[in-house]
């Protein structure tokens, strides 16, 4: 078993989408409507690795969780970050910065033993952790 996507609910999908293709190099795999609940999906695909990232915008949504750090989120059950694995977390912590992120907490070593990490916001508050092994 592996795991196949993450679900983000998000405001702006058209945004929330160039957002992540052009943040993590993810591509759209489909995009879906599903006119009895007015619910719009679009997944988008890492075509190297094969993780997904589903968007899905409902009209009428409101903000959930939108934790300011880690450590606030998880006084919240239920899912509090999406987590990428990458090779140079410098490099894209700065670059995800200059494509609209917000630094929540700056490259540095991870509780884990011999992994760095950091965490940003992305345009619509949703918290993501970057982690380099």
């Known amino acids: 078993m592996r795991l196949d996507h993450v679900g983000l609910n998000v405001a702006d999908l ?7 293709c052009t943040a993590f190099g993810l591509e759209r795999e489909l ?5 009895v609940v007015d ?3 679009v997944m988008l695909k890492n075509r190297q690795f094969g993780h997904r990232v589903e968007l899905l915008h409902r009209p009428g949504s409101g903000p959930g969780l939108r934790a300011a750090n880690p450590a606030e989120a998880v006084l919240t059950e239920g899912f509090g970050h999406i987590a990428f694995d990458v090779a140079d ?8 910065l200059g494509r ?3 630094e929540v907490m700056p490259p540095q070593p991870s509780p884990e033993p011999g992994v760095r990490m950091s965490f940003l916001a992305d345009p619509e508050g949703n918290l993501i952790e970057l982690v380099e092994r």
């Open 31 to 35: 995009a879906v409507r599903i006119d």
């Open 89 to 96: 977390l410098d490099g894209t912590h700065q670059a995800l």
């Open 100 to 102: 609209g992120a917000r």
């Open 14 to 20: 058209a945004a929330a989408e160039s957002w992540y």
């Open 39 to 41: 619910l719009d999906i």
